[in-house]
Structure formats: structure tokens, C-alpha cells
């Protein structure tokens, strides 16, 4: 769109982190203006609504699965029933899965900022 054509005007009141967030990806685009950035992303932008249901029963999951963990690896340690690389291999297997949640957080779009 042509400013020319523009025949309506927005005022919008930020407090300083939404400000602070505004200038920031500003400064990352390409838009020439504020103006021309906020009319970007209203033709342009997306809006997500994201349903996190998901993930909270999977966090839920995890936290008990390391609970056990640990539960086990204290008896074990009590009684001397386990080696010790069983509960480093479980401790490595606890970790990856949480590394997996924070890549896949990290790669949505709507975490991006």
C-alpha cells in the first residue's frame, strides 16, 4: 500500500518493555518507517493461539519420570544394587529428553523474538 492511500490514523500507547520490544524488531526489519512496519504486520503478521495443554501434561510427565529417577538412584546408592554407570545412563537419557523439550520450545515461531 502506497502512504498516499492511507487515510486513517492509529494511536497506540506501549509501556516501555512493549516499546523497548517495538524498537528493537524495527530495527531488525526492513521497513523503512514505524509506520511502514506496523502496516507490515497487520498485512502480513500472524497471530497464534496456542493450546500449551500438550506440553503441561508432557513437563508433568518428565518431572515424574526424574523423580523416579532420583528415587531409584538414592536406593540404589543405599544398597549398592546398581552400578553406577546405570544411573549415569539414566541421568543422560533424563537429560536429552529435556534438551528435545527446549529445542522444540525454542523452535516455534511464536517464541522467537
Do not use: C
Not at 497487520?42 to 515424574?64: A, Q, W
Not at 532420583?70 to 549415569?88: L, P, V, W
Amino acid at each position: 500500500m502506497n502512504n498516499t492511500e492511507a487515510k486513517h490514523s492509529l494511536h497506540l500507547y506501549l509501556n516501555d518493555d512493549e516499546n523497548e520490544l517495538l524498537e528493537n524488531k524495527f530495527r531488525l526489519s526492513k521497513a523503512k518507517s514505524k509506520s511502514q512496519f506496523v502496516r507490515d504486520l497487520i498485512v502480513d503478521g500472524y497471530i497464534f493461539d496456542v493450546d500449551f495443554s500438550e506440553l503441561t501434561r508432557y513437563n508433568f510427565l518428565l518431572s515424574k519420570i526424574s523423580t523416579n529417577i532420583n528415587q531409584i538412584a538414592h536406593r540404589a546408592n543405599e544398597t549398592q544394587s546398581i552400578y553406577q554407570a546405570d544411573i549415569n545412563s539414566l541421568r543422560e537419557e533424563m537429560n536429552k529428553l529435556w534438551q528435545l523439550q527446549r529445542s522444540m520450545l525454542s523452535n516455534l515461531p511464536w517464541a522467537k523474538q
